[in-house]
């Protein structure tokens, strides 16, 4: 059985039409909370030999992340740690990249809990604010589609990290540090919050990600292949390894940006936006001509 | 290092007042929320032998027992599921037992989250909302102290279970569904909002939750052991298996009762209450005139 069906399942057990966004909403007096969960597990999103420094930082941004995406500002979290009897000296530096990313986002630490496990985990709650939520549906065909940055560099870094190397080129230390540290540009959840009439947070991948939206919006999705940004270092990494720059861009996970769509053109102080595609009638995700398989990354599946 | 030492080392990093009660409240617009993290791990809260039919229930149980013991209402849940590969089976009757549970207690599962894991975990983060915010803190000497039911018979429950037998008496069976399956009583949020200076939920046992009462608020604590109610199955049990129920009713765990303390004494209408012991000025906890050790059950501990 594969994630989504398991989904599937629980929504159905539930009869939930609430469950299955970046964040759930809720109003609460005058207010839209946003509400989120996310994990970093040892063995499935860390391995036990990747540098832990950034594991707390990357814990909350992933979370943030999703309330962004929303179009909201992040404001509480719970931290759930699972932790190793022989790691105990871990707390220090994951709680001081916790407490680092918290300042850096304008969040607060209110809770949490602590429990002996044999693998390490970071599993966050976080609560955000909005004056709109944002969702996946939402689009219409005609609507432009922006991304709020490169991607493909957080899947080489993950790469280069794999290959266990003691030396890497000033370029490889980039690329690793985008996939251990990734940082959540803040400014967007007022872009979004304005112009976005759907909007998705980068986590399983480009095309992965666009394919959730184009779904939930019921909308074709059209990706202009020659639109999609890709960093130097990323292009230095796939000429020295031989890779396809748009197969890391379009089938990377873990890059954290935003893809959303808007009715008009964004205004052009709107920097460090990518016009990168459109919406239009019909259904499907699209590079250039090629249709995409409806593929999504599945923590459950056995290849 | 041991769990107080680790938390007290994560509320100087995040430096926080707000972390260590069993819920963190938050003022959102006119409403106090409750916010609350509890999870329970394969091999620390269970183990591969234990039926699961009940687990969902328990999960959302122990989190509800912290927003209950707060004064407050469950509302909403996130449900972070850690879930083996061999064993997806098992997401059918987690859910429908938290589908249950969320049925009983008036609440509801608003997202989550779903990852690969060795073990099995149920991680649930709950939002309650109450009128007033009750903490440890806040028992005044001279206050009574009332418990909500029998204690002891979810430890009798546990080892039980560990004996792994295939046939159990009557009576056993019902230990053991308390152990599985916790009730807690959602009628007690009203009379802890009108009454309780201070209140806290049995997780880790009656002397250990009680040591964190008279700690937060400040007293001495004294249990009058001849009040503290026993069932008439641990009655039974400790029969059976030379056990002391005094040492059960005070030293086990996971009875999901609440404790509190009131200022003056429970009108007689409050049905199933039992005023075990009184507070004074001072420090420490006290069976009777006995001294009880300041110890609280540790995760991390080695023994």
Same mark, same amino acid.
């Given at each position: ?39 970093l597990l040892e063995g499935q999103h860390f391995l036990d030999h990747f540098p832990t420094?950034?594991l ?22 719970? =931290? ?6 022989? %790691?105990?000296? $871990?707390?220090? +530096?994951?709680?001081? #990249?916790?407490? /680092? &990313? ?17 693998k390490l985990g ?11 939520? =944002? ?6 065909? %005609?609507?432009? $589609?922006?991304? +709020?940055?490169?991607? #493909?560099?957080? /899947? &080489?870094?993950l790469e280069l990290l794999l290959m266990k ?14 996939h251990l ?21 980068? +986590? ?100």
């Amino acid at each position: 059985m594969n994630e989504s069906s398991l989904i599937e399942k629980v929504k159905k057990i539930l009869d939930s039409k609430i469950i299955g966004d970046d964040t759930a909403p809720m109003k609460i007096g005058n207010k839209t909370l946003l509400f989120t969960n996310d994990i970093l597990l040892e063995g499935q999103h860390f391995l036990d030999h990747f540098p832990t420094v950034h594991l707390g930082w990357k814990a909350v941004s992933v979370n943030v992340s999703d309330i962004v995406a929303s179009g909201g500002q992040p404001k509480y979290l719970l =931290v759930s740690l699972l932790l190793p009897k022989n %790691k105990t000296d $871990l707390v220090d +530096s994951i709680y001081r #990249g916790i407490a /680092k &990313a918290c300042r850096y986002y304008g969040c607060q630490v209110i809770g949490g809990n602590m429990t002996a496990s044999d693998k390490l985990g970071i599993d966050i709650f976080m609560v955000g604010e909005a004056k709109k939520f =944002v969702a996946r549906r939402g689009a219409h065909p %005609k609507d432009n $589609l922006y991304l +709020s940055g490169p991607v #493909g560099d957080s /899947k &080489a870094g993950l790469e280069l990290l794999l290959m266990k190397r003691t030396v890497y080129e000033p370029f490889e230390k980039k690329l690793i540090e985008r996939h251990l540290r990734p940082v959540v540009d803040l400014k967007l959840k007022n872009l979004i919050g304005r112009y976005a009439t759907a909007a998705i947070d980068l +986590s399983d991948g480009l095309s992965s990600d666009a394919g959730h939206l184009s779904k939930n919006s019921r909308v074709k999705l059209v990706l202009n292949a020659k639109q999609i940004p890709i960093s130097d270092e990323l292009k230095q990494f796939c000429i020295k390894y031989r890779h396809d720059p748009i197969g890391f861009a379009v089938g990377g996970g873990e890059d954290y940006r935003i893809l959303f769509a808007t009715k008009n053109r964004l205004p052009k102080t709107a920097a460090g936006l990518y016009l990168i595609g459109s919406l239009k009638q019909g259904s499907g995700l699209y590079l250039d001509k090629i249709k995409l398989a409806n593929k999504s990354f599945d923590h459950f599946s056995s290849s």
